[in-house]
């Protein structure tokens, strides 16, 4: 009988700057993920795949600025984008497309799961401004209908000409 295998650790966390303030972060358990930074608060764009992951993305965000996590963006609901929310900050705001809320209702069974449920959903199109006055940084939120998933969020900055686009590609 063979050992059963054991799958390697993941990559170390590593935070590269794509354009202004937009950020991705690599490595950890689960997706690629990403983060804006504005003069006031810091949105991350998906929760990575488990608890200690997203603990080590927020401790590489406070690398890069003070501010704090005050939402995150979901873009669909698949394990390794969403499971991770469990390790921040209860009471932050949490946005998804209206199916995804869903599919994590029913996916979630946990106490603290349940609590990191998204506070805000949409169905077509959100725009968030990140920050304040001239320094904001506008983000639209776009769904083009069933790919993926159902509840696919293109993450789209305009001014920068940067969007994450989660497992569509």
Do not use: C
């Not at 998906?46 to 939402?71: C, F, G, Y």
């Not at 984008?81 to 946990?110: C, Y």
């Amino acid at each position: 009988q063979q050992p059963p295998t054991q799958r390697p650790a993941p990559p170390p966390i590593s935070v590269q700057n794509i354009k202004g303030n937009i950020f991705q972060v690599k490595g950890g358990a689960g997706a690629n993920t990403g983060f804006v930074v504005s003069d006031k608060e810091v949105v991350v764009i998906d929760a990575k795949m488990t608890e200690e992951s997203a603990k080590q993305m927020l401790s590489e965000i406070r690398k890069v600025t003070p501010n704090q996590v005050t939402t995150i963006v979901l873009t669909h609901s698949d394990g390794d984008h969403v499971n991770g929310l469990i390790g921040f900050p209860a009471g932050l705001d949490i946005v998804s497309h209206d199916n995804t809320r869903d599919h994590m209702v029913k996916a979630f069974t946990s106490e603290e799961q349940l609590a990191h449920l998204p506070t805000i959903t949409f169905s077509e199109r959100l725009s968030l401004h990140v920050g304040s006055g001239k320094k904001s940084t506008r983000v639209d939120l776009l769904h083009f209908g069933p790919a993926h998933t159902n509840g696919d969020v293109v993450v789209f900055f305009p001014e920068e000409r940067v969007a994450f686009i989660g497992d569509l590609m």
